[in-house]
């Protein structure tokens, strides 16, 4: 199972990036996997990680107070992907931005459940 990032990047302060986020299981076994609640994260240098969104299977968001009217995250169930539409960045907005997803797998053997991490995507806000 893994969680590949992209959409991350240098921009001045004031305009807009899309981060997108898919879920994919490469085992051959034919195993599946669904998806409860899908994240984004961000880690400025220095700083913990901390929360910026999040949503559930059924569509309802979360958002940190510092992000609330400029992000809006949104989900394609069928695809396995999350979305973060930034507007209007701030330069403390820049960090690396992860996914993350909690994720059940179903296989022959039996099943499990996991909270799965993408490897981070950097966004730079100049200002």
């Known amino acids: 199972m893994q969680l590949v990032e992209s959409g991350g990047g240098v921009v001045e302060a004031g305009g807009s990036l899309r981060l997108s986020c898919t879920a994919s299981n490469d085992d051959a076994s034919g195993s599946t996997f669904s998806i409860a609640n899908m994240a984004w994260y961000r880690q400025a240098p220095g700083e913990q990680r901390e929360l910026v969104s999040e949503m559930t299977s059924g569509g309802v968001a979360q958002y940190a107070d510092s992000v609330k009217g400029r992000f809006t995250i949104s989900r394609d169930n069928a695809e396995n992907t999350v979305f973060l539409k930034m507007d209007n960045l701030k330069p403390e907005d820049t960090g690396i931005y992860y996914c993350?997803?909690?994720?059940?797998?179903?296989?022959?053997?039996?099943?499990?459940?996991?909270?799965?991490w993408g490897q981070g995507t950097q966004v730079t806000v100049s200002g």
């Open positions: 993350n997803a909690d994720i059940t797998i179903r296989a022959v053997g039996g099943m499990g459940r996991g909270e799965f």
